[in-house]
């Protein structure tokens, strides 16, 4: 028995099949390239979070401050190099010895968690204790030096939070860790860190709908407060009116 060429099998099929098909081979195509550009976009998320790295410009007297949200219990590690402004070859050079750099981290109460002066390049821990809005601030000690008065300042600054900030390589080789048991290690590390985020997203929730519940009650008041004025304005007037018609012999 001899085999029918596939298009007139295509042909032979309902139109309404060979319609659904069509347009769910089309459908397809087009998720393929938008699910490829979610999953990259995961990805790129994945990779970056919990790094920031990033450089400014500072001037002599200058103070340059950051907010870092950090969950509670969270150790945070800070490097940071620093360039001078050569106005003659009118480029950044890396900076004298003498140059240095004060930090100064600040908790979300406002009370001075680091405060310590740094080289021209350096490396700067702490370790979080208050979830919320951490400030951290840097700047110079250029006013002691006259070689940089009036001149520019570029600081490198790379800030890990969590178990980014741990250094996997060395802490492998003192504890002498195969490479599957440091890879659990660094998934502990991952599941850890994900239970502070979502312990401090609670918190943000609970801070949050307090506030929410705080303003609510206090519009509840001021519309009393209001409907209370508004009525005693009210008899105030007609008392002034009915005592404004009587002297008047109106009524």
């Known amino acids: 028995m001899a085999k029918r060429p596939a298009q007139a099998r295509w042909a032979e099929r309902p139109a309404h099949a060979r319609w659904a098909e069509r347009n769910t081979a089309g ?19 994945l990779c970056s979070s919990g790094v920031r790295a990033l450089y400014f410009h ?5 103070k340059r401050c950051f907010i870092e949200e950090i969950p509670d219990e969270t150790m945070v590690i800070g490097n940071y190099r620093t360039q001078m402004w050569d106005k003659q070859k009118e480029v950044f050079l890396p900076s004298t010895p003498g140059l240095g750099m004060h930090v100064e981290v600040k908790d979300p109460e406002g009370k001075v968690v680091l405060s310590r002066q740094y080289g021209s390049e350096g490396r700067f821990t702490f370790t979080s204790h208050t979830p919320g809005d951490h400030q951290i601030c840097l700047h110079s000690n250029s006013t002691k030096m006259a070689l940089f008065a009036g001149g ?17 390589p060395e802490i492998a080789a003192k504890d002498k860790l195969t490479e599957l ?20 997203q609670r918190y943000r929730e609970e ?5 929410s519940e705080s303003t609510n009650q ?15 304005t ?18």
């Open 27 to 45: 459908v397809t195509a087009r998720r393929l390239p938008a699910m490829a550009r979610l999953v990259l976009l995961l990805l790129l998320v």
């Open 58 to 62: 500072i001037g002599e007297t200058e």
């Open 152 to 168: 520019k300042l570029r600081v490198h600054l790379d800030i890990q939070v969590g178990e980014h900030a741990n250094n996997y």
């Open 181 to 200: 048991q440091l890879r659990a290690r660094q998934l502990l590390d991952q599941v850890e860190q994900i239970q502070k985020e979502q312990d401090y």
């Open 207 to 211: 801070r949050f709908r307090l506030t």
């Open 218 to 232: 206090r519009v509840l008041w001021w519309s009393i407060a209001q409907t209370v004025i508004l009525i005693l």
């Open 234 to 251: 009210g008899i105030w007037q007609m008392r002034h009116l009915k005592s404004f018609f009587e002297a008047k012999k109106l009524v």
